[in-house]
Nanobody, 115 residues
Framework: QVQLVESGGGLVQAGGSLSLSCAAS????????MGWYRQAPGKQRELVAT???????NYADSVKGRFTISRNNAKNTVYLQMNSLKPEDTAVYYC?????????WGQGTQVTVSS
């Protein structure tokens, strides 16, 4: 059983920065691809960024150049550094862990960007 706990959300002005963390339980973190997704009110959950077990990254076009995903396998933690935030980045941000095709989700953390 995997448990994911996100932290670091909050309220920030446009142009500001936030750093999200997601701590995973268990011993499978280092072999698992990890991802950050977000869901704005009235919209479907969408991909933000992913990172493979080897550190290869992938980003949604809307966040390229502004967001950075990283991981620390020794701490079982994946991070999302968000810079130059825009009001349209407002959403609940979720991390996930893909373990042999089964996807685990955290409870989410709210990010609100004011204009």
């Amino acid at each position: 059983q995997v448990q994911l706990v996100e932290s670091g959300g909050g309220l920030v002005q446009a142009g500001g920065s936030l750093s999200l963390s997601c701590a995973a339980s268990g011993s499978t973190f280092s072999i698992s691809p990890m991802g950050w997704y977000r869901q704005a009110p009235g919209k479907q959950r969408e991909l933000v960024a992913t990172i493979s077990s080897r550190g290869n990254t992938n980003y949604a076009d809307s966040v390229k150049g502004r967001f950075t995903i990283s991981r620390n396998n020794a701490k079982n933690t994946v991070y999302l550094q968000m810079n130059s935030l825009k009001p349209e980045d407002t959403a609940v941000y979720y991390c996930n862990q893909n373990l042999r095709g089964y996807v685990y989700w955290g409870q989410g953390t709210q990010v609100t960007v004011s204009s």
